[in-house]
């Protein structure tokens, strides 16, 4: 094989001018093939012959529309001949490097190579009367691309598969739980009815029913998490009462302070318009924060806080304790579901860690932003920002 070299300004390579074009191109390791200006092969070097899987006598005068250049691309579609990186070199007159493409050997095995393509320009001619190209051969690296694709679109099905699965089961998971509730219920105030609420059986009772409650709650996270996941929940945009949702909330949990001895209270602006919001959605937000306040808050208050503008328009929702805090480092991760924390945190106070993660979830459907400000021993303060994303 023999190549016109055209006369240049003198480089690095003239250091190397002793040696034969042959012997460089041979003892390269990537693919070569030389190009005349019709397209037909001239020149190969042994490992474009490895490569290609065609001998020297298989690939001498071989055009551009001849295997094995009748080529595909990494989606599977044919790579028309016009557009291979040789034939694009020899129309433009300009390189063409970095094209993947796929060619078929003679025993049908398909092989990856990365193509780069150069044009040699002789006489001064205004397009080049041979092409250069050389080939990598890239299967190994597409086939683990290939597998790791596979596997990524394999887990995003599954998991939409497991949300899908979770979401549908929600009336089989909780018919059962509410059933045993409530005869627990039942039994225990006709006992206490009675006369027999010091019974032994009462005790039971009571406690079949805080864990089915407890049950029930976890359950209820779980498949409301699925349900956002699956992409099952939707959101209204309406005008909210902001006040009547925040007094009837902190209404509804009153006890619950009561019993842990906290002082849970409100405070909403005198002049207050509505959110454009989900009441629903913005209520179990407020709920979950409201419960996570609780649980975290071994003595003090907790504070809910509306804040609004100059106008009356509401810009926050504010949950604030006087708790136990959150260490900064883990801050990032409390909104990912099943976080806490930390694992004594879990031991000691209980809970699936999907609160936040719902919140947050709900926040960013209804366009709203929610985040923490906290430090260990100084309380925790979510804030959900009605501003639009």
Request: glycine fraction near 10%; aromatic fraction near 4%; proline fraction near 6%.
């Given at each position: 094989?023999?190549?016109?070299?055209?006369?240049?300004?003198?480089?690095?390579?003239?250091?190397f001018?002793?040696?034969?074009?042959?012997?460089?191109?041979?003892?390269?390791?990537?693919?070569?093939?030389?190009?005349?200006?019709?397209?037909?092969?001239?020149?190969?070097?042994?490992?474009?012959?490895?490569?290609?899987?065609?001998?020297?006598?298989?690939?001498?005068?071989?055009?551009?529309?001849?295997?094995?250049?009748l080529?595909?691309?990494?989606?599977?579609?044919?790579?028309?001949?016009?557009?291979?990186?040789?034939?694009?070199?020899?129309?433009?007159?300009?390189?063409?490097?970095?094209?993947?493409?796929?060619?078929?050997?003679?025993?049908?095995?398909?092989?990856?190579?990365?193509?780069?393509?150069?044009?040699?320009?002789?006489?001064?001619?205004?397009?080049?009367?041979?092409?250069?190209?050389?080939?990598?051969d890239?299967?190994?690296?597409?086939?683990?691309?290939?597998?790791?694709?596979?596997?990524?679109?394999?887990?995003?099905?599954?998991n939409?598969?497991?949300?899908?699965?979770?979401?549908?089961?929600?009336?089989?998971?909780?018919?059962?739980?509410?059933?045993?509730?409530?005869?627990?219920?039942?039994?225990?105030?006709?006992?206490?009815?009675?006369?027999?609420?010091?019974?032994?059986?009462?005790?039971?009772?009571?406690?079949?029913?805080?864990?089915?409650?407890?049950?029930?709650t976890?359950?209820?996270?779980?498949?409301?998490?699925?349900?956002?996941?699956?992409?099952?929940?939707?959101?209204?945009?309406?005008?909210?009462?902001?006040?009547?949702?925040?007094?009837?909330?902190?209404?509804?949990?009153?006890?619950?302070?009561?019993?842990?001895?906290?002082q849970?209270?409100?405070?909403?602006?005198?002049q207050?318009?509505?959110?454009?919001?989900?009441?629903d959605?913005?209520?179990?937000?407020?709920?979950?924060?409201?419960g996570?306040?609780?649980?975290?808050t071994?003595?003090?208050?907790?504070?809910?806080?509306?804040?609004?503008?100059?106008?009356?328009?509401?810009?926050?929702?504010?949950?604030?304790?006087?708790?136990?805090?959150?260490?900064?480092?883990?801050?990032?991760?409390?909104?990912?579901?099943?976080?806490?924390?930390?694992?004594?945190?879990?031991?000691?106070?209980?809970g699936?860690?999907?609160?936040?993660?719902?919140?947050?979830?709900?926040?960013?459907?209804?366009?709203?932003?929610?985040?923490?400000?906290?430090?260990?021993?100084?309380?925790?303060?979510?804030?959900?920002?009605?501003?639009?994303?």
């Open positions: 094989m023999t190549l016109a070299v055209p006369t240049r300004t003198p480089s690095g390579l003239d250091r001018a002793s040696l034969d074009v042959r012997q460089v191109v041979g003892a390269m390791s990537e693919g070569v093939v030389v190009q005349h200006a019709d397209g037909t092969i001239r020149g190969w070097n042994p490992r474009a012959e490895e490569i290609l899987g065609l001998s020297g006598d298989e690939l001498s005068g071989r055009g551009s529309t001849d295997p094995p250049w080529a595909v691309r990494l989606d599977g579609s044919p790579f028309p001949a016009t557009e291979h990186p040789s034939m694009q070199t020899l129309r433009t007159g300009r390189p063409v490097w970095g094209t993947v493409m796929g060619v078929h050997k003679p025993d049908g095995t398909l092989t990856w190579i990365n193509v780069n393509s150069t044009p040699i320009v002789e006489g001064g001619a205004a397009l080049p009367t041979a092409v250069v190209t050389t080939f990598t890239i299967s190994r690296q597409v086939h683990a691309e290939q597998v790791l694709r596979a596997a990524k679109e394999a887990a995003e099905l599954a939409r598969s497991k949300s899908a699965f979770l979401a549908r089961m929600s009336h089989e998971l909780r018919t059962p739980l509410n059933s045993v509730i409530g005869f627990a219920t039942l039994l225990l105030s006709r006992r206490r009815t009675n006369g027999e609420g010091e019974h032994a059986d009462s005790a039971f009772l009571e406690r079949i029913r805080a864990n089915g409650t407890h049950l029930l976890i359950i209820n996270d779980i498949l409301d998490l699925s349900q956002v996941e699956a992409g099952r929940v939707t959101v209204r945009s309406l005008p909210v009462d902001l006040r009547a949702l925040v007094l009837e909330t902190v209404g509804q949990l009153a006890d619950q302070a009561q019993v842990r001895g906290l849970l209270t409100a405070e909403i602006p005198d207050l318009g509505p959110v454009m919001a989900d009441a959605r913005l209520r179990q937000v407020l709920i979950n924060l409201l996570n306040a609780l649980k975290f071994p003595t003090g208050d907790v504070v809910v806080r509306v804040r609004a503008d100059v106008d009356g328009e509401p810009t926050s929702l504010e949950v604030q304790d006087s708790g136990i805090g959150i260490p900064f480092e883990v801050q990032s991760t409390i909104f990912e579901p099943f976080e806490q924390g930390d694992t004594t945190t879990a031991r000691k106070f209980g699936t860690g999907l609160g936040l993660a719902i919140a947050r979830q709900l926040c960013e459907l209804m366009g709203f932003r929610l985040h923490v400000r906290s430090a260990p021993g100084e309380g925790s303060r979510f804030t959900v920002e009605f501003a639009r994303l």
